[in-house]
């Protein structure tokens, strides 16, 4: 039997490998185009963080450079350009640094960058416009251009320009009123020292722009209205005399000579003298006195430190010694009858700060040997007892957690001086130096106090950028 013959085409199988070619080559270019894309993505991240960085810490030197310069220690401080410490600057004043770049005029700045955050926060008041001052940069003038930022801006604050219930009181928040800083909280009773604000704007040459802005206060902050303020009663003796009249080397007002939250007692006639008294009882205690310890802390020195001839024993530990030296005094002073430092009061000097962590006995009662000296703040987070037996010569602050006690061997006639203020939580005692021979004085000096505080920076309250 014949089969028929089956003729089988195989199929053409040309064209194939072209199309899956074709497919390889689409998905290649796919992936291509997106790690093109991708980088481009990447670039233009990387980029607009580089401008958006760059002009962070442009402005952040700015803001930087306003804080910095008003330390008085500061070679660029801005002296009655702002608010020098003790004093105010009023509300409705702004302070302008200028910077600009190479071929820009200052005098331009603010047309060509307007500030346009100061009459946000302060809307609806009498303190918009501002009465303006400007003043160079400190970069202005150099060899080589300084950071980006266009201006920096100092003014007070209240609690609405800041948007801070500072007295958690009822609304509407306080938009006259200008906030102080007591070394622990923004306040509206003038307790401490004056808030105030910085705000700096920078802007690149590709117009990336960043505005930041501090509340700064001095991190210590000591306004000094006597020669003795405590919290407690004051006991004097005959032979202390306190004054509250300031040093005629001392360009700062006269003030009380004592201040008492409770009572004075004044058993000698005129030995406390003063502006606009002598003495003034039930008087607020402004000062927050572990907020300011806290403050002074890091940039203390342990009284007990070697060379200060002061040593500490026990637990806890109380200090003491016969003849310390705690900073090395102006020299030379020069004084009048009144046991007063006249013109002119000598630059130099080491102010030093030093703590003591627990009581502190400083002199002896043992005649001879060195006389207790010092220049600087003396910050006790206990009692201070001081025997003035060999005399006692300190210039600046003294802040004291506990009470205060003077004392001395009745025998020898000393002569001792504290030029600055006494600040203490406790009570202030000096009964013991009844009919002592020689001459006790304590002197109101703000200028020395603010000398000793010159190298504590403004503390950055907030922080704020857009």
């Not at 109101?444 to 857009?466: G, I, T």
Request: with cysteine.
């Amino acid at each position: 039997m014949k089969y028929p013959k089956t003729i089988r085409r195989k199929r053409s199988e040309n064209g194939v490998a072209l199309l899956i070619a074709l497919f390889a080559l689409l998905l290649i270019s796919a992936v291509g185009l997106a790690l093109v894309a991708a980088s481009g993505s990447e670039t233009t991240l990387a980029g607009n963080y580089r401008n958006s960085s760059s002009a962070f810490y442009a402005s952040m030197a700015g803001v930087e450079e306003g804080r910095g310069r008003l330390l008085p220690s500061n070679p660029n401080y801005f002296g009655a350009f702002a608010a020098p410490p003790g004093t105010t600057l009023a509300l409705g004043q702004a302070r302008y640094v200028l910077n600009p770049a190479p071929g820009e005029a200052a005098g331009n700045i603010l047309t060509k960058y307007p500030d346009t955050i100061y009459p946000t926060e302060f809307a609806g008041t009498a303190f918009t416009p501002p009465a303006t001052q400007t003043t160079p940069s400190m970069f202005s003038g150099a060899a080589n251009p300084g950071p980006l930022y266009k201006w920096v801006r100092l003014n007070a604050i209240t609690e609405k320009s800041i948007g801070v219930n500072v007295g958690n009181h009822a609304l509407p928040l306080d938009s006259t009123t200008p906030l102080y800083f007591d070394g622990g909280n923004l306040n509206t009773a003038s307790s401490g020292a004056q808030a105030l604000e910085v705000t700096s704007l920078a802007v690149l040459p590709n117009g990336a722009r960043k505005m930041l802005q501090y509340v700064v206060a001095p991190q210590a902050p000591i306004q000094v209205d006597a020669a003795i303020h405590t919290k407690l009663d004051v006991f004097m003796g005959d032979a202390l005399n306190v004054s509250g009249y300031t040093d005629p080397a001392c360009s700062m007002p006269s003030t009380y000579g004592v201040k008492s939250g409770k009572t004075v007692t004044v058993p000698g006639a005129g030995n406390v003298t003063g502006a606009p008294s002598g003495y003034v009882e039930n008087a607020a205690f402004p000062y927050n006195i572990p907020a300011l310890i806290t403050a002074l802390s890091p940039s203390s020195i342990p009284i007990d430190t070697a060379g200060t001839g002061v040593t500490g024993s026990g637990s806890p530990k109380v200090y003491s010694g016969g003849h310390p030296v705690l900073g090395t005094a102006p020299s030379p002073l020069t004084y009048n009858a009144s046991g007063q430092i006249v013109p002119p009061m000598p630059t130099n000097g080491a102010p030093v700060t030093y703590l003591s962590s627990g009581d502190l006995t400083l002199g002896t009662p043992v005649v001879g040997g060195a006389t207790p000296t010092g220049y600087g703040v003396l910050v006790v987070n206990g009692n201070l007892t001081i025997d003035i037996t060999n005399g006692f010569n300190y210039f600046g602050l003294i802040l004291v957690s506990g009470n205060v006690n003077f004392t001395a061997n009745p025998n020898p006639s000393v002569t001792a001086n504290v030029h600055g203020t006494i600040i203490a939580t406790g009570i202030f005692g000096s009964t013991s130096l009844a009919n002592l021979g020689g001459s006790i004085f304590l002197h109101q000096n703000a200028c020395l106090v603010q000398n000793a505080l010159n190298n504590v920076p403004y503390a950055v309250l907030s922080f704020r950028e857009q």
